[in-house]
């Protein structure tokens, strides 16, 4: 067990191995309370963003290119709950890594794919709402389901190609590592390849991100003039109103969605340019808290959708009384049930 003996003895890993990492102590409360507290929420994370798989996936009224890039988002948090959160917990809680050297550098691209795919999802979402507000007249013809389909595909693509060829290159899968002991996995991440994941996975996206959301609550605040001057003369058309207010609500949330993320990354990267800037080491606590606030930040999507989009609540509602196994349930017009 993980948790404080009443001799104090110093305990190891892996007691047979002479180069096995020593176990960190804890008591048996503060073990017992871990646990619970981060399986609550892995199983928080994986049921809010299923719901969310379920409800995009079910529904033929959900099937849209703004809604697929949010499916890709759930899916890439789902995973975060079902897979990073645990094994890292064990890791975090035993303060030994009991899955093998080679399980070290896979789950370095496992973090690290799953990290980027929910950048590039909301690099897409921001693509989406600034053409859906920007060039209304064009969104249908230049934004379709399959062209939708095609740039998450990429995305994942690219995001396991580089992470992949990342851990390769500095030898995350080597079983022979002799600057580890046995019982670790750590990342011993050169300075020049922070400099280069710095930009390339978090300051161009995010500087794409926030600039073309600038963009679009400036088309926004432009085109809401524009209809109360409008209403104001009677010549406003009521369809037309009402679409334009449809589009800027959606940017509104899923701006609120990208607001929340880069509060969770950023404070994350603050420390990362420290540590490259003046070569000195993160604390452990520190960076375990700042990774953690990265994956909770899975499980706080779904509840920015069941806060802003009410077409999430209904179809949450039919999910949990099983009314989709109902004949011809995906058919449900959604939207009706939310007025």
């Known amino acids: 067990m993980a948790y404080e003996t009443e001799d104090h003895e110093t305990q190891y890993c892996f007691p047979a191995i002479n180069s096995s990492c020593i176990k960190g102590k804890r008591s048996r409360h503060e073990y017992n309370i ?3 507290l981060l399986l ?32 890709s988002l759930a899916v890439s948090d789902m ?37 980027s795919v929910s950048l590039g999802n909301l690099v897409l979402i921001a693509i989406d709402r600034y053409v859906a507000v920007c060039y209304p007249l064009v969104y249908p013809r230049k934004i379709t389901m399959t062209k939708t389909l095609t740039s998450i595909c990429i995305c994942w693509f690219t995001c396991f190609s580089g992470n992949f060829a990342f851990a390769i290159n500095y030898r ?6 002799t600057d580890v002991c046995y019982g670790g996995c750590y990342l011993n991440v050169p300075y020049s390849l922070r ?8 300051l161009i996206p995010c500087t794409v991100i926030i600039a073309l959301y600038l963009r679009i609550f ?10 109360n001057s409008l209403m104001k003369s009677g010549k406003c058309e009521i369809e037309d109103s009402v679409r334009r207010k449809s589009e800027s609500k959606a940017a509104l949330t899923l701006g609120i969605l990208v607001t929340v993320y880069l509060l969770c990354y950023i404070p994350f990267y603050i420390l990362y340019i420290t540590a490259v800037t003046t070569a000195e080491e993160i604390s452990s606590p520190t960076m375990t808290f700042l990774a953690w606030t990265l994956y909770a930040n899975a499980g706080v999507n779904p509840l920015i959708y069941a806060l802003f989009y009410r077409w999430f609540k209904v179809s949450v509602k039919h999910i949990l009384t099983l009314k989709i196994f109902e004949p011809s349930s995906s058919f449900m017009d959604i939207f009706a049930d939310c007025s």
């Open 40 to 71: 609550l929420l892995s199983i928080w994370t994986v049921f809010l963003n299923l719901l969310v798989i379920i409800s995009i996936s079910h529904f033929k009224k959900l099937h849209t290119p703004t809604n697929l890039i949010i499916l």
């Open 172 to 177: 995350f899968f080597d079983t022979a590592q």
């Open 195 to 202: 400099i280069m994941d710095l930009f390339i996975s978090f």
């Open 79 to 115: 995973l975060i709950g079902l897979i990073v959160m645990p094994v890292d917990a064990i890791n975090l809680i035993e303060t030994c890594w009991y899955f093998g050297r080679t399980f070290c550098g896979l789950f370095v691209v496992i973090i690290g794919l799953l990290l």
């Open 218 to 227: 400036y088309v926004v605040h432009q085109q809401v003039k524009v209809i």
């Open 34 to 36: 871990m646990y619970v």
